[in-house]
């Protein structure tokens, strides 16, 4: 008998949010190491290809969880040593890179004047706030495509943090007078000659995940109460991209119409850091050696929701096509399933041993989903691994691909990944999982950069009203 047979008649709305246990943002913080390096920190990524033309890729990846608005003086930003790439595999056959785009930031040094002269001209390098220096960041775009490197953009600068009227008005000035929408989008700036690759955007965006944290790392307390959207409020540092679809293809052309193995990319994003870094007494450090992963995310969840404690390292440190030989047991005989049966989820629901032990082994409906089975795919388990599977030519629905554009409501993504995943995982697809939280705390965009304007630091941060 199907699972929701069992429990029919036994489902609140209570209820259905405790399944939610396993979950936590997309993927922040999820990780021992990677909890001490936030910049290096892949918190989401959406791809996605515009309904009916399907003549775009649009891709979103976000790093850097939970960024207080008011965090200063020093705000949060790209690392100048970190990596960061984005990656597009092709076909059913491998999942090696067909296209990596390499995107590397760059800070301008605050200018070195005598220490003994306080006198020194307005960002001379004396100032107390640190925007009055004239520090500001830059990034250069790399694709690598078949060996060849092309460098698509140089010395495209980074949306500044939306710190306040002050710094709008003194230090960035933009031409409406506030940091809106439309100052935002002058740093849309185009890839190779006349854009011909595309665009791309990198800059603080407001977090566009959104879950109850708060009451789920107090071992699942999810009874009772109001349900609380715990990433509401913060900012997140984001690259948007938009890439013609003829240059992901095989052949160049158009993709054409309907579900294809041949159409179907993989798309995941990573951060990695040289392999050794030596501090100077200066603040400064040198940084040497080859480059190694130190985060990576394909999936929402999949860190999280689906890979052991013990192996959460080790996952950010390898790619997606080595998944099925380190970690293909995990999906097979998912851990969420026991955890959530140790601390009383499945009991709460009324749900027989018999039917939670089918959940706990042989989950071959996991590998069916992220390889888009149910679509006609015919993805073999050697090409399985932690990707965002988008088939060009065919309009984008999680999990083909996770669209931020085409949600029931403007502060809604196409769909609530949390609720998805975990009733796959929890459930294979049987009961409607929710964790209460539904909708994000700012309406999406439409066009790039897509997630919302950044909370501004000077009234939006999350202390309290003195008394």
Same mark, same amino acid.
């Given at each position: ?53 399907? +003549? ?94 092309? &460098? ?5 600068? &980074? ?46 965006? +407001? ?10 790392? +107090? $071992? ?21 991209? +938009? ?35 030596? $501090? ?16 990576? $995310? ?65 989950? $071959? ?67 409607? &999982?929710?964790?209460? &939280? ?30």
């Amino acid at each position: 008998m199907k699972l929701r047979h069992l429990v029919t008649g036994m489902l609140s709305t209570t209820a259905m949010t405790l399944l939610a246990a396993a979950a936590s943002a997309s993927s922040h913080r999820e990780a021992p190491a990677i909890g001490f390096d936030p910049a290096s920190d892949n918190t989401d990524t959406w791809a996605w290809v515009t309904d009916s033309s399907h +003549d775009m890729l649009h891709v979103v990846v976000a790093y850097n969880p939970l960024e207080e608005p008011s965090g200063g003086p020093n705000y949060n930003q790209f690392s100048d040593d970190v990596l960061y790439e984005v990656h597009v595999t092709r076909g059913a056959k491998s999942l090696d890179d067909v296209l990596t785009y390499q995107i590397r930031f760059s800070s301008t040094d605050f200018p070195h004047v005598d220490p003994a002269n306080l006198t020194a001209p307005l960002g001379g390098g004396k100032e107390f706030f640190s925007q009055l220096s004239g520090k500001s960041q830059t990034y250069s775009v790399t694709k690598i495509e078949g060996g060849h490197r092309t &460098v698509l953009a140089q010395g495209v600068p &980074v949306a500044p943090t939306n710190i306040g009227p002050n710094t709008n008005a003194v230090v960035y000035k933009p031409a409406g007078g506030k940091y809106d929408d439309a100052y935002a989008a002058t740093f849309i700036k185009p890839m190779g000659f006349n854009g011909s690759e595309g665009k791309i955007w990198a800059g603080p965006r +407001d977090d566009g995940f959104y879950v109850n944290i708060g009451r789920i790392f +107090d $071992l699942a307390n999810l009874l009772g109460g109001t349900a609380v959207d715990n990433v509401a409020g913060y900012n997140c540092h984001a690259i948007a991209l +938009d890439i013609p679809t003829t240059l992901v293809t095989k052949d160049g052309k158009a993709p054409a119409a309907g579900a294809s193995n041949e159409n179907t990319i993989g798309v995941w994003a990573s951060a990695s850091r040289r392999k050794v870094s030596i $501090l100077r007494g200066n603040g400064g450090s040198e940084n040497f050696g080859g480059w190694v992963q130190v985060s990576r $995310l394909g999936l929402p969840l999949i860190n999280e929701a689906v890979i052991g404690l013990q192996d959460k390292d080790k996952y950010n440190r390898t790619k997606p096509a080595n998944d099925v030989k380190n970690f293909g047991a995990y999906f097979l005989n998912p851990v969420v399933v026991r955890d959530a049966e140790a601390v009383g989820i499945y009991k709460a629901l009324g749900v027989d041993q018999k039917t939670i032990d089918s959940l706990k082994s042989n989950r $071959l409906d996991i590998i069916d989903t992220i390889n888009l089975t149910s679509s006609g795919h015919t993805i073999p388990l050697t090409a399985t691994g932690d990707v965002l599977r988008v088939d060009l030519g065919m309009d984008s629905r999680f999990p083909n691909g996770r669209p931020i554009s085409y949600g029931a409501a403007p502060n809604k993504e196409q769909a609530d990944v949390t609720d998805v995943l975990l009733s796959v995982l929890l459930s294979k697809g049987t009961i409607a &999982v929710g964790d209460g &939280v539904n909708s994000n705390d700012k309406p999406f965009l439409t066009g790039m950069p897509y997630l919302a304007l950044p909370w501004e630091g000077f009234s939006q941060g999350h202390g309290k009203a003195a008394p």
